[in-house]
């Protein structure tokens, strides 16, 4: 293998972005991801400005034997934008958002955030499906399906993905759609970073500006019957209703009256896409169950986009485990009342988010996202700032996450698993697996991009 820090200085010359190692200062800030249990030193970070940066990263780590880490957002929980000893390339100086309000597209590069993105479709009342957090990257959360409040009207992101321009491991760049290298483009559309750094992905757009939106919140020892409601009721509604439950503990922020500041709750937070007008009669059975908190109202979507961005900046310690649920029996239900009561830290939380309505009309093999007759995505997420309160997270998510396991479909959503094995993995593609492995042996044969949840090459 060639030293890594000998060859930099010929990289950083044919480089137009920024190349930093070990030595340099900003390095531990390069090196940094969103959760901040993940401590690795790569050699190099290299801050791509284009696709001929990326290029020649990826050349230049292929030559050197070292592990090739692509990042978007950094907000992989595993930490799969970063590695020790590896080149990052980093996408993050690629964050241009061009749109075509007429076509109703996106073009977007790999490296932007979802804030970049809905800000600038928010300016022509367009939007496409993204996570609730505006921070996240396009590339990781699109790569591996990507679901939020726009889902069950709209489908997942990779339903709203027209094209992907893509460096592949050989350092081609080829552009993959429905017409051209559409096995990639299969794969691409829930098989994560495993196929080429995605330099930039067209999305279709959709008419959504301002959104009835916002949470309602009871105590959590109503978790049983509210959640009992919540999973009988929100299926049979409409596509134009949205709401993910949450168990949570109240943040003292302004938005929540002092008397629930730091009480643990159970909550739903809304986003409803039909007529103002036919809100209340939508939201009606909500207001039913009697919440002690009702913060529903009209907001700008990336408002309601960015509503969570304070609670999780950058720098947490964070543990998370993920499942798919077809229904919530009441034995699950139980297990979600008792882990409720136990959460470890105030940031620590558990989300149920909807993925029925259009994500269950596209065919499970039409894409790589294999669960499309699944009607909840779980994630258990323990978070706090405390590096001394890892073990204490960490024990809590495996904990009520191994107790809803049995009642799950058996896989979890790619983006919500920690680096939990090759079982896990082929768990979340079920019978799309094989396909993968083929298109991976067709596109990354050597396995470059393997610092993922990986798809390893067929043989
Ligand atoms: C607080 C929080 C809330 C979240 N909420 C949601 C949610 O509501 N809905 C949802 O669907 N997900 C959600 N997620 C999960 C999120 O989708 C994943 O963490 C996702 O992988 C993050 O993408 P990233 O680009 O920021 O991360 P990174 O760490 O940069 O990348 C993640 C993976 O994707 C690969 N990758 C990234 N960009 C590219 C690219 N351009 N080309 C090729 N490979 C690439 C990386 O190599 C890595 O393997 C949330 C995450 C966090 C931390």
């Known amino acids: 293998m060639t030293s890594l820090t000998e060859n930099a200085v010929e990289l950083r010359g044919r480089l137009s972005g920024e190349l930093i190692g070990a030595s340099d200062p900003g390095y531990d800030q390069a090196r940094a991801v969103f ?77 932007a955030t979802w804030g970049t993105v809905d800000t600038a479709t928010h300016a022509h009342g367009l939007a496409t499906p993204a996570g609730i957090i505006s921070t996240t990257g396009v590339g990781g959360l699109t790569l591996g399906g990507g679901h939020g409040y726009l889902s069950r009207k ?114 739903v937070v809304w986003c409803y896409l039909g007529d103002p007008a036919d809100a209340d009669e939508a939201l009606a059975p909500v207001r039913a169950m009697q919440p002690a908190f009702d913060g529903i109202g009209q907001a700008p979507y990336p408002a309601l986009q960015s509503s969570f961005d304070p609670l999780y900046p950058p720098g947490l310690q964070s543990y998370w485990r993920g499942d798919f649920f077809g229904a919530i029996p009441d034995a699950a239900v139980d297990a979600h009342a008792h882990f409720a009561e136990q959460m470890p830290t105030m940031l620590s939380t558990m989300h149920l988010y909807p993925v029925d309505g259009a994500v269950n009309r596209v065919p499970s093999d039409a894409t790589a996202w294999a669960y499309r007759d699944v009607t909840y995505s779980q994630v258990v997420l323990g978070a706090d700032p405390d590096p001394a309160n890892a073990d204490a997270i960490k024990k809590w998510a495996i904990d009520y996450s191994d107790a809803t396991h049995p009642h799950s479909a058996g896989g979890g959503y790619v983006n919500f698993m920690m680096d939990e094995g090759q079982e896990r993995v082929q768990a979340t593609y079920r019978d799309n697996y094989a396909r993968l492995a083929r298109v991976k042996a067709e596109y990354d044969p050597s396995n470059v991009f393997h610092v993922n949840q990986n798809i390893r090459p067929a043989t």
Not at 57 to 79: D, F, M, Q
Not at 245 to 254: E, L, N
């Open 154 to 267: 709209y489908g997942l992101t990779i339903d709203n993905l027209v094209e992907a321009e893509v460096v592949l491991a050989d350092g081609r760049v080829v552009t993959a759609s429905e017409s051209a290298h559409p096995d990639l483009f299969w794969a691409l559309r829930g098989g994560g970073g495993n196929f080429g750094v995605v330099t930039s992905f067209t999305y279709r757009l959709h008419p959504v500006r301002n959104v009835i939106c916002g949470p309602t919140a009871w105590p959590v020892s109503e978790t049983k019957n509210v959640l009992s409601w919540y999973r009988d009721f929100l299926p049979a509604q409409d596509d134009d209703l949205y709401g993910f439950f949450a168990i949570m503990t109240v943040p003292p922020a302004d938005a929540f009256p002092e008397a629930f500041h730091l009480h643990k709750a159970c909550a």
């Open 35 to 111: 959760n901040a249990m993940i401590d690795r030193r790569p050699d190099l970070v290299a801050r791509c400005t284009c696709v001929s940066d990326v290029q020649q990263a990826l050349e230049w780590g292929r030559a050197a034997g070292a592990p090739v880490v692509v990042r978007g957002g950094g907000h992989s929980a595993p930490g799969f934008g970063t590695a020790d000893g590896g080149i990052v390339i980093d996408l993050s100086p690629m964050q241009s958002v061009e749109v075509d309000p007429d076509r109703r597209t996106a073009r977007v590069q790999g490296g």
